[in-house]
């Protein structure tokens, strides 16, 4: 199937100032590539601070004023300029935030949905689409604040697919929320994907990702260490040590927890990026030369001495 | 000799609406880790800031030992760790300043958490939740502490880093015979983690 | 030469705007003997060399009676500006710390600004017995509501976040709540507030000058000297009233574009630009 969103050697970088006026530049996402095809919930994996909000302000083209992005984006195929991703966004390519400060706090849940239509056709689509997630006629006269976090959300779904997208990018759409709220939260972008679009899936949350994701990339300090199939997981067919770690970290998979901490943007050092924590680690691990992003077995993955194999 | 809630009521002020918490009791023991689960928006978070003294009930009283918590002075011996690291560490200060505004925070500490001794001249916009998660816990630990309250603090943070946490926590709760209380959407965690699980419900 | 980033550009402007005032103060207050020396050989000379200002009525430099006036504007300026913002500060923030005090000074902040400034300083001046001392006391007693208003909200803001909520429950005493966590936070809006008074008090203490309720006639200020000289602009010496209004425009626009330039440099939204 033709993907619909293409994303290759993507680069996100940071422009700041520090002590007093030298400039610096952070790289945040470094070499990045992925695709979703219609149909697929992609889901990317990183923890706080990785970076991964800034890919889809990325894909959508509304980076913050002092970053600059690097590499190709293609949307169906064609490139995905900043003037058409201002014409797509909103319409064929949608962000689910991350909260209800997305939201205008002014203005009632349906003339929102709406984005201001009144004509009635809009009318009955804005009533349809909260229709299905459940959100009553009473709560199109609501403002934000009067909504419980978990009807923010659907809010927030809701007015994301009412133009019918077909690329959603869904921002950690699921903290603060119980385990009953987040699962169904989820199971909506599971629907969307069987309707057709691709949903892209940011979060930290490793386990409520692999409830619906088909592909679950892995970021580690601004890369992708790993791009595996969600059953890979159970299955125990993981690629790169770092996944496998994470894995083990579950709460319900014995809760091992490996030593040190991620480096973060500006102290990327030589070769692999995990090999100060990694017990496999070999001398030819810490470089020279970055680690190639390579296909095995049915996924990808950025090691040289990956998990059940022998040396690429 | 314990952390108690005795029928706790809060609501806010401006909305004239119904209770955040109505009723609620609850004891924590020292050495105790009690899990709070409780569908989102029923007062988990409220509640823990009642506990802590960052809010004063409605009706009811927190009791530490038997006396109303808002008599202890200087350092309370009830610590919140918040769901929000990065909320809690003033944006201004580095952190080194911020850890230990209260007095030296201890050095095993430090080095049980993995705070990079780097990390203590930097500001708190410059490092991950999960970093400044470990110094909020690291200054909660003060020499006063006797109970932690523990709200959603792994909820925004890697798996790996929560096992770390979690791991260190147990340890050092144990070795000082702290009560915990941990709130969290996550059963497994809980299960993981607690000696007992109470839900948030008012005890007719 | 290598390009300058937006944050060196702007540190350039600033250094050069403040290094411009300096200048003039200096030299304004090097020339204060030139500036009082009468000369009836030279009287009421145009603009030419050696006099770029032209002379008045007593034969006086009025190139050097501008500086001279404009320097003792800056220092005025500098002092009443110091002053206001000081009271300002503490006000602001022991307002928004006590209760009682805010209900005291908010409603003080009102009156204050309810007054037309002009008429405020003036009368402040008149009750201070005028001249130096009564120009001080009127230009800074009635300049800090604003600041202190703006001051005041953004402890008020302070006051809830929960870094300092925590810190307070860590046992931090009050003292170092506010050295460590209130006045830092405070330093941008209090030095931005600051500069951007200087050209408020400057022009102030001219309008009072002019309207005579300031500083005495034989100072030379620019109030003192716009205010002598438009009896002679109708006798065809407009060298006498056009160059020190010139000058007193010029560096009011300097301490503005010295404000903003301070301004961009701390502002937290356009730090990294």
């Known amino acids: 199937m033709e993907p619909i969103l293409q994303v290759e050697h993507l680069s996100i970088s940071f422009s700041q100032y520090h002590r007093g006026t030298r400039k610096r530049t952070l790289p945040v996402i470094h070499d990045l590539s992925f695709s979703i095809c219609p149909g697929q919930v992609t889901a990317v994996v990183g923890s706080s601070g990785s970076g991964k909000s800034l890919l889809a302000h990325g894909i959508l083209g509304i980076l913050p004023y002092n970053s600059a992005l690097e590499g190709t984006i293609l949307y169906q195929g064609t490139p995905l300029t900043q003037r058409r991703a201002e014409q797509l966004r909103g319409r064929e390519i949608v962000l689910v935030p991350q909260g209800v400060t997305y939201l205008d706090p002014l203005m009632e849940v349906g003339p929102q949905i709406r984005k201001g239509r009144r004509d009635p056709r809009s009318k009955a689509r804005s009533r349809a689409v909260l229709e299905r997630y459940g959100l009553g006629p009473e709560v199109e006269k609501r403002y934000p604040f009067e909504l419980s976090g978990g009807m923010a959300r659907r809010v927030l779904i809701a007015s994301a697919v009412v133009e019918q997208p077909k690329l959603i990018l869904a921002d950690e759409p699921t903290p603060g929320l119980d385990a009953r709220a987040a699962s169904r939260i989820l199971g909506h972008f599971r629907e969307l994907a069987e309707d057709g679009a691709g949903v892209l899936l940011i979060t930290h949350d490793l386990e409520l990702a692999l409830t619906i994701a088909h592909r679950v990339l892995v970021l580690y300090a601004g890369e992708t260490i790993e791009e595996a199939s969600a059953a890979d997981f159970s299955a125990g067919r993981l690629r790169h040590p770092y996944t496998r770690a994470l894995w083990a970290a579950l709460p319900q998979n014995g809760f091992t927890p490996i030593p040190g901490t991620q480096p973060y943007p500006g102290e990327i050092s030589d070769g692999c990026q995990f090999a100060p924590r990694c017990p496999r680690c070999r001398p030819e691990c810490r470089g020279p030369g970055p680690v190639p992003y390579v296909p095995r077995a049915g996924g990808w993955v950025r090691c040289r001495f990956p998990e059940g194999g022998e040396a690429l | 000799m314990s952390l108690e809630a005795k029928s706790l009521t809060f609501r806010y002020r401006r909305r004239g609406q119904s209770p955040v918490l109505e009723g609620v009791n609850l004891t924590l023991e020292p050495g105790e880790r009690v899990g709070l689960s409780a569908p989102s928006g029923r007062g988990k978070t409220t509640l823990c800031k009642l506990l802590a003294g960052y809010e004063r009930p409605v009706q009811g009283t927190v009791l530490l030992d038997g006396r109303p918590l808002e008599q202890y002075k200087g350092a309370c011996p009830v610590q919140m760790i918040w769901q929000h690291p990065e909320t809690v560490l003033d944006p201004l200060l580095p952190l080194g300043v911020s850890l230990n505004e209260a007095g030296a925070v201890e050095e095993r500490l430090l080095e049980e958490l993995h705070i990079q001794p780097g990390w203590l001249t930097r500001y708190p916009q410059e490092l991950s939740g999960g970093e400044l998660q470990r110094f909020c816990i690291a200054r909660a630990l003060g020499p006063a502490t006797r109970y932690l309250l523990c709200d959603e603090i792994t909820a925004m943070l890697d798996l790996i880093t929560q096992t770390q946490i979690w791991d260190f926590l147990l340890r050092e709760a144990q070795r000082r015979n702290l009560g915990l209380l941990i709130v969290s959407h996550s059963a497994p965690l809980l299960e993981r983690v607690c000696t007992r699980i109470q839900s948030l419900s008012p005890i007719p | ?273």
């Open chain 3, 1 to 273: 030469m290598r390009r300058l980033n937006q944050r060196q550009r702007a540190l350039l402007l600033l250094l050069l705007a403040a290094a411009v005032l300096l200048a003039i103060t200096l030299a304004g207050a090097l020339l204060t003997g030139r500036a009082m020396e009468t000369d009836f050989s030279r009287l009421n000379l145009a603009p030419d060399l050696p006099y770029l200002f032209g002379t008045d009525w007593m034969g006086r430099d009025m190139f050097a009676r501008t500086l001279t006036g404009l320097s003792l504007s800056i220092r005025i300026g500098a002092l009443t500006a110091c002053v206001s913002a000081v009271i300002a500060l503490v006000l602001g923030v022991a307002a928004a710390l006590n209760r009682k005090l805010d209900a005291v000074f908010s409603w003080c902040i009102d009156l204050f600004l309810g007054i037309p400034h002009i008429l405020l300083v003036m009368l402040i001046s008149l009750a201070f017995g005028r001249g130096f001392l009564g120009v001080v006391a009127g230009v800074s007693l009635s300049h800090w509501p604003s600041l202190a208003r703006l001051l005041r909200g953004e402890v008020l803001q302070l006051r809830q976040a929960p870094y300092l909520r925590l810190a307070r429950k860590l046992g931090v005493p009050r003292r170092d709540l506010i050295r460590r966590h209130l006045l830092p936070h405070l330093l941008p809006q209090f030095l931005t507030g600051l500069i951007l008074q200087f050209p408020h008090a400057i022009l102030h203490e001219a309008s009072v000058t002019f309207l005579g309720f300031g500083l005495s006639s034989e100072q030379p200020a620019i109030g003192v000297i716009l205010s002598e000289s438009m009896r002679y602009l109708t006798t065809g010496r407009w060298w006498l009233a056009l160059f020190p209004g010139l000058a007193l425009v010029g560096v009011v626009l300097l301490f503005a574009a010295l404000g903003e330039q301070a301004r961009r440099l701390l502002d937290p939204s356009s730090i990294h630009q």
